[in-house]
């Protein structure tokens, strides 16, 4: 307020009033920090209107100058004290703003991924299907299992080599991640009377090293058929038509002799890889020789259906668990069975 003066006190409190109740006015319209300094400037700056009274002071008597300056002094701090006040105001308004913004109700959500079927899953469930259409149950068991089942029962006595074979996680000296679905056969036959015909899939658990084509957790599939006349043929023939469900109309299967101690006689089973058609040259999935391994299979070792019970003179049957994982390897060219459990949703929904 450039040329403002006063020759008077009383001239002088009307300035203060009047400038006071301008700087409330002020700050009342002022909704932000950045308006609030603009304000401050105007009055309480270095060249604002405060300061312009103040330079005034020389014109009044001198015995008037000390009382002058309380005044302004006075009016400075109350005008100090009103713009802090304004400014914890608008601050709180600020958040309170910011804070209404994040629970904007009527804010469009992102959309929701729903995940999809695991590959794994799908093998499952389509291996699953194949055998109830042709009358076999599915049964889950438990993955902690005692050794009995896992071994004893299965011809597998506690000095047989072929349980080093397994690789297990033991619990303690009798209990174990079950290192196959087998138990799930010996707990089928000791509680029901034959015909038996069942599929059992699941979680199974073996000290591999994990690399590209291992882990120490993976899934099995395991069938069983245990009935009079059942042989080796009717094997092969509900193992053909897997393959030809789970990796395409072409496939066909071999049979190559093997060691079980829960079947006699025993093979493991390959089938043609899908992805070179059994050309072999050069093909990443099968490394050039045309087949792939599934797992292993075999008739029913008398011993077995002697444990639980029933007649190997009257019942004949067989079995066969092959990995899922080995499965969903062939049937979706994946070169990694880690990938299957990254938890990767782009590599998952591809598969889906
Ligand atoms: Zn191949």
């Known amino acids: ?33 950045r308006s609030l300094e603009a304000a401050r400037a105007q009055y309480l700056g270095r060249s604002g209107d405060l ?56 804010f469009p959500a992102p959309e929701a991924r729903l995940g999809s079927t695991h590959p794994i899953r799908h093998v499952i469930e ?33 000095e047989h080599p072929a349980r080093e074979g397994f690789d297990s996680f033991w619990i303690d000296e009798t209990l174990l991640l079950r290192p196959h679905t087998s138990p799930m056969q010996i707990r089928t036959m000791q509680n029901h009377r034959p ?4 599929i059992a899939p699941g979680k199974c658990y073996r000290r591999d090293a994990v690399d590209a084509r291992h882990h120490f957790q993976f899934h099995q599939l395991e069938g069983l058929l245990v009935a009079e006349g059942v042989h080796f ?77 029933y007649d190997p003179q009257r019942l004949s049957g067989w079995a066969f668990g092959f990995g899922a994982e080995r499965i969903a390897l062939a049937r979706y060219d994946v070169d990694d069975i880690r990938r299957f459990i990254d938890s990767d949703p782009d590599f998952l929904e591809q598969l889906a």
């Open 195 to 198: 015909p038996i015909a069942i």
């Open 126 to 158: 389509d291996a699953c299907t194949y055998f109830e259409r042709r009358g076999f149950a599915v049964v889950l068991g438990p993955e902690v299992e005692p050794d009995y089942y896992n071994f004893d029962a299965l011809n597998i006595p506690p």
């Open 233 to 309: 043929g009717h094997l092969k023939g509900m193992l053909a038509g897997l393959c030809r469900v789970l990796l395409g109309a072409h496939q066909s299967v071999r049979f190559r002799p093997s060691f079980f101690p829960f079947t006699e006689p025993s093979a493991e089973v390959d089938t043609t890889c899908p992805k070179c058609g059994g050309s072999a040259t050069a093909c990443s999935m099968c490394g050039g020789s045309g087949w792939i391994e599934l797992g292993g299979a075999g008739m029913v070792h008398a011993n077995v259906l002697r444990e639980v019970g």
């Open 51 to 106: 300061a312009a009274i103040r330079r005034s002071i020389g014109r009044l008597p001198s015995d008037e100058r000390p009382t002058a300056g309380k005044e302004i002094n006075d009016a400075v701090a109350a005008m100090e004290e009103l713009l802090e006040r304004r400014r914890v105001k608008v601050a709180s308004h600020a958040v309170e703003e910011a804070l209404s913004r994040r629970v904007d109700v009527t």
């Open 1 to 33: 307020m450039p040329g403002f003066s006063f020759a008077a006190m009383s001239e002088l409190n009307e300035r203060l009033t009047d400038l006071h109740a301008r700087f409330e006015r002020a700050l009342e319209v002022a909704s932000d920090e």
